[in-house]
């Protein structure tokens, strides 16, 4: 076969792909995105999904309870960090963060499972960076993003954190920020079996009446049947 043969036969073939799968999730089978740039596939031990960008895997300092349960990522180029976690109860630590200000939740459904989104913001610590920018520098903000899919009592968690404004970001879930990297990623997860992720309970060193306890107690919270101002 010659080569001009060879090329309209791959044309050829191409088309069909992209009769059948759509046009973006086509070219996204080659590792790009013809309307978005290049997109990044991983996989864990508890879901696996795909980036928009070049994202590369950070190294995790685990201990013996959460190896295997947590896993970070780097966008480089857009300053994008993503830390990912899957724990039994993992919802406590948004409840908590709830109460200590952090805002409600917005629930949005992806492939039929729903996830809360959170929003805030961050300023880091001067004395831990290199001091190229004031503490009063919009630059200096993170954007952070804490997106939660809560399925049979345990949390999968990935907590997106924007740097110094790298990529343009209001805290809605129609920015720039969240519509081009956070929603493609959130859409594209596959969760995996977590029967063996760790326990809430056993990370914060409690026992399992201990950790009820305080759940129970952050419920009444919630719910308005306990007032915490009263002790």
């Not at 309209?8 to 046009?23: D, E, K, M, P, T």
Request: charged share 20%.
């Amino acid at each position: 076969m010659n080569s001009k043969k060879t090329a309209i036969l791959a044309v050829a073939v191409l088309a069909i792909v992209i009769s059948s799968l759509g046009a973006v999730s086509a070219f996204e089978l080659f590792g790009m995105d013809l309307f978005g740039g290049s997109t990044t596939d991983f996989d864990n031990n508890f879901m696996s999904g795909t980036f928009a960008g070049d994202v590369t895997q950070n190294k995790v300092d685990d201990d013996n309870l959460t190896k295997g349960w947590t896993d970070s990522y780097e966008d480089k180029e857009h300053n994008i960090t993503y830390n990912m976690s899957c724990v039994k109860d993992g919802d406590f630590i948004t409840d908590v963060y709830q109460l200590q200000g952090l805002g409600a939740p917005e629930i949005r459904n992806y492939n039929g499972q729903a996830w809360k989104i959170f929003y805030s913001q961050a300023v880091p610590d001067n004395n831990l960076t290199d001091n190229k920018t004031s503490g009063n520098d919009t630059n200096n903000t993170i954007n952070v993003y804490i997106c939660e899919a809560d399925i049979n009592g345990t949390a999968y968690t990935i907590n997106i954190m924007s740097y110094e404004n790298k990529t343009e970001c209001d805290g809605t879930l129609f920015c720039p920020l969240y519509k081009d990297y956070i929603e493609p990623l959130v859409g594209s997860i596959q969760f995996k079996d977590a029967k063996k992720a760790p326990k809430m309970a056993d990370l914060m060193g409690m026992s399992d009446e201990e950790f009820k306890f305080n759940r129970e107690y952050l419920d009444g919270i919630f719910n308005g049947t306990i007032d915490p101002s009263q002790g």
